[in-house]
């Protein structure tokens, strides 16, 4: 029989507060059961099914038998065909092995803050945010640091706020552009201005992480953190992955790219694989400029839906 000291659990789950995006659905969920017609504002997830010829490429790889065991990081066919992806995106070169395959975005920005975090680092995450990013920082041991955004400032980081929260501590800054869950785009302008105070040299040792899961859902001209500051390419890990654009938030596939030592380091922590089949699949959508037709009647349509603060 157990006892209460087996029972006991590790206490930095001390430290998490429970999800307002699960609590949210879960009460979404009741009020439906209960008759009552119910939009959501919680996930994060486009209302339309995976496009059939996607469900169908997965289907044929199942069917190939290409079901095996992957090399952690993702198999290397679809870690080449992300760099050609990058590279057209953001006009940075990546070999494969500065890429990792990982289950959906979320598990891409936890292996990061494990790789590169210690107990004491600083991590600032502008507010409002995607509730995941602050439990991911304190459980890889870091302090999260929340600079607040408003109408003011259009939901976007000043570079005077910026300069304001950085410290020696500061390990990483969090850039979520298209925002979730704002839809706030910064500028070409306004990314220069965050990578000037970041040249400076007592902030040299500060990582950029920029999310772009949403990057094929804007609506006005987008401006890439790299396209702006390549020479922040040692700096930055870029994430993103296949969830939003084309309604696969179930399949749970995404990728990290970076500097190999930090890439190598993930991997080393990921150890689990991607599921086979999906990779197979995936890598009909990504060198280099995927197909989109689909998408671009979609846009149009989630455009309507959109508010002024998606600018």
């Not at 490429?57 to 065991?69: G, L, P």
């Not at 552009?177 to 706030?184: D, R, V």
Request: charged share 20%; net charge positive.
């Amino acid at each position: 029989m157990l006892t209460t000291p087996l029972l006991r659990l590790s206490e930095r789950l001390a430290q998490l507060t429970t999800s307002a995006t699960v609590a949210l659905n879960g009460k979404m969920s009741q009020m439906k059961a209960h008759g009552i017609d119910v939009i959501s504002f919680g996930q994060g997830e486009p209302d339309f099914p995976t496009p059939a010829p996607i469900k169908a490429a997965a289907v044929q790889a199942i069917e190939a038998n290409k079901t095996r065991y992957t090399p952690a990081g993702g198999i290397a066919e679809l870690r080449e065909a992300v760099a050609q992806r990058l590279l057209a995106d953001s006009g940075i070169s990546y070999t494969a092995a500065q890429i990792s395959i990982t289950s959906g975005v979320k598990e891409g920005l936890f292996l990061a803050f494990l790789a590169v975090c210690d107990a004491g680092d600083e991590v600032i995450v502008p507010a409002p945010y995607w509730v995941s990013y602050i439990e991911q920082v304190r459980l890889a041991g870091a302090t999260p640091v929340v600079i607040d955004t408003d109408e003011a400032t259009r939901f976007k980081v000043t570079p005077a706020m910026l300069a304001q929260h950085l410290t020696p501590r500061t390990r990483v800054l969090v850039l979520s552009s298209p925002s979730n869950p704002t839809g706030a785009v910064y500028t070409a302008e306004e990314l220069h201005a965050l990578a000037e105070v970041l040249r400076q040299p007592q902030f040299a040792g500060v990582l950029i992480f920029t999310d772009e899961i949403y990057d094929q859902i804007c609506y006005i001209p987008y401006a890439r953190w790299l396209r702006v500051a390549p020479d922040f390419a040692e700096r930055t890990l870029v994430f993103n992955g296949w969830s939003k654009t084309y309604a696969m938030t179930g399949w749970r596939l995404g990728y990290v790219a970076g500097a190999k030592p930090i890439l190598t380091a993930i991997r080393d922590i990921q150890g689990t694989r991607p599921r086979t089949p999906i990779q197979w699949r995936s890598m009909r959508l990504l060198p280099p400029t995927p197909p989109r037709p689909r998408l671009r009647r979609r846009l149009p349509q989630w455009c309507r839906r959109s508010t002024p603060a998606a600018t």
